[in-house]
């Protein structure tokens, strides 16, 4: 990745003094940064977001519009969270019944994409890479490159890094169609034999070679 740029916070945004935000991050109209809200190098925080305190951003993360990342949720480095996507922090919401301490800790692994309207129960962990369908509603924890759909989600398959839907032979291996990278799965458990899954991608592999539509064919044989 590139030297990070200067940060750039539009003038709509509000950031509260003691909020952390890291160089070269971009925030957008109408959000607003609590006090206690971490977030890392390079992001792009878009319009009408909150960060609340206790809540904590990686570096390279995308928000898309209209997202509330509460206290309690971690995200990792190079999160896509899409837009109007939710985020909980308590299971059991009353507004007579103040659960301020009790918030529910919820864990966003390098790399994930929560798709549009998408909603994340608490207390859960999202492994690596996963792919949360739009609309999908995700109630336990999803296992590394996992793409999920429905509701109730479901595990429906696996992603590559590149967004690719992983299809395995009989030996249980499977190439991305855009990055040409292998996968393994052993016991339900997948991982990438070509590239550690906590380096970023190469810069050569960063950028998108390709529209979706020219993969599809390929993904639905």
Not at 81 to 108: A, D
Not at 115 to 127: D, E, P, R, S, Y
Not at 130 to 150: H, M, N, P, R, S
Request: charge should be neutral; aromatic fraction near 6%; proline fraction near 3%.
């Amino acid at each position: 990745m590139s030297d990070a740029s200067p940060t750039k916070i539009h003038p709509s945004a509000v950031v509260d003094k003691g909020a952390t935000i890291g160089e070269g991050t971009t925030i957008w109209h109408f959000s607003h940064i609590c006090a206690g809200a971490v977030i890392g190098k390079s992001c792009s925080i878009g319009q009408n977001i909150l960060v609340a305190d206790n809540a904590s951003l990686g570096n390279n993360v995308k928000v898309q519009n209209n997202v509330a990342i509460y206290g309690g949720i971690t995200v990792e480095d190079d999160v896509f969270l899409g837009p109007s996507c939710v985020l909980t922090n308590v299971t059991n919401p009353r507004s007579q019944v103040s659960r301020k301490s009790l918030y529910e800790k919820t864990l966003i692994k390098r790399g994930a994409t929560i798709g549009a309207n998408a909603t994340v129960v608490c207390g859960i962990t999202l492994g690596r890479y996963c792919f949360i369908g739009a609309g999908a509603v995700v109630t336990k924890d999803i296992v590394d490159y996992g793409l999920v759909l429905g509701n109730p989600g479901k595990l429906s398959g696996f992603m590559s890094r590149h967004g690719h839907k992983l299809k395995f032979d009989n030996g249980g291996r499977a190439t991305c169609l855009e990055s040409n990278f292998s996968y393994e799965i052993v016991d339900g458990q997948v991982r990438c034999l070509d590239l550690d899954e906590e380096k970023p991608l190469p810069d050569d592999l960063s950028i998108g070679s390709k529209a979706y539509d020219s993969f599809r064919i390929s993904e639905t044989d």
